[in-house]
């Protein structure tokens, strides 16, 4: 098994130390991941740094933030990372799992076709500006509907990375890159294509371990997100996406079931 990595939750603010500590693992295994950049972030969870009064979020090394968030992205693509449009604002308005129901709220699934094609031209823009282009979109809660498909095609997104598979797909004129449904289980798989999600924010020095034992691992093949990026897309019909659908909702239960037995 080929398996890719994708950084969530990329903001200004974030928890920076966790970051760099988790990058210092990546650059020791060569590994290039997907990260999902936030445009403009209002979600108070993902604020983990204050912002000094001059509007600045430190200097890069011991845990604090680059000077400039935004040129930092840009070197991280030179290195060979690449950058996903992680929603708009990262905040979530709706109760609705969408197409995808590993969650069941939302930025995007269940806001209006108009209002999601304005968000995304937003964040588009606002990436723009920074002089950040992309194409791939990484939803927020991976949580997306219908809509959001017609509207991420009409403002110039081509791909998404989310669903379940042993390889990319295309469905409805987008092009999916599967994430991992069990870590553990792809882990032990001997073909095909997946993505290890990782938030940053959340990575203790005991996750950092584990981490580093999966990268060690002899029974997979760790790649670059751009030669996942390479790989061709099948056509999936509506019997894999329902599949998919149901194995999504089922994880989602399964978390709740555990939620509860830890109250």
Excluded at 21 to 46: E, M, T
Excluded at 168 to 179: A, D, E, H
Excluded at 215 to 235: D, H, M, N
Aim: with cysteine; charged share 30%; net charge positive.
């Amino acid at each position: 098994m080929k398996i890719a990595v994708r950084l969530d939750d990329i903001t200004p603010d974030m928890d920076w130390e966790r970051f760099f500590r988790f990058k210092a693992l990546l650059d020791r295994y060569q590994v290039k991941p997907l990260i999902g950049v936030v445009p403009d972030n209002q979600d108070s969870n993902l604020m983990k740094n204050k912002m000094a009064g001059d509007g600045s979020f430190g200097s890069a090394g011991g845990g604090k933030a680059p000077e400039d968030f935004w040129p930092y992205v840009k070197a991280l693509e030179k290195e060979g990372w690449v950058i996903a449009m992680h929603g708009l604002h990262h905040v979530y308005s709706t109760k609705k799992g969408g197409l995808f129901p590993l969650n069941n709220f939302s930025e995007f699934a269940g806001v209006s076709f108009e209002k999601q094609r304005e968000m995304l031209a937003e964040g588009k823009r606002r990436l723009a500006d920074k002089g950040i282009d992309t194409d791939i979109f990484m939803a927020p809660a991976h949580s997306y509907d219908a809509n959001t498909l017609k509207a991420l095609k009409e403002t110039g997104f081509s791909s998404l990375t989310d669903g379940f598979g042993n390889g990319p797909y295309s469905w409805r004129g987008m092009k999916f890159y599967p994430i991992s449904f069990h870590l553990g289980r792809t882990l032990k798989k001997s073909r095909g294509y997946s993505t290890m999600v990782v938030h940053t924010d959340t990575v203790s020095p005991e996750d950092s371990k584990r981490y580093e034992r999966y990268l060690e691992s002899k029974g997979s093949q760790w790649i670059s997100y751009r030669e996942y990026l390479a790989q061709p897309g099948r056509k999936r019909g509506i019997p894999g996406r329902c599949l998919e659908y149901f194995l999504a909702k089922g994880k989602y239960w399964m978390a709740r079931v555990r939620q509860l037995g830890r109250r």
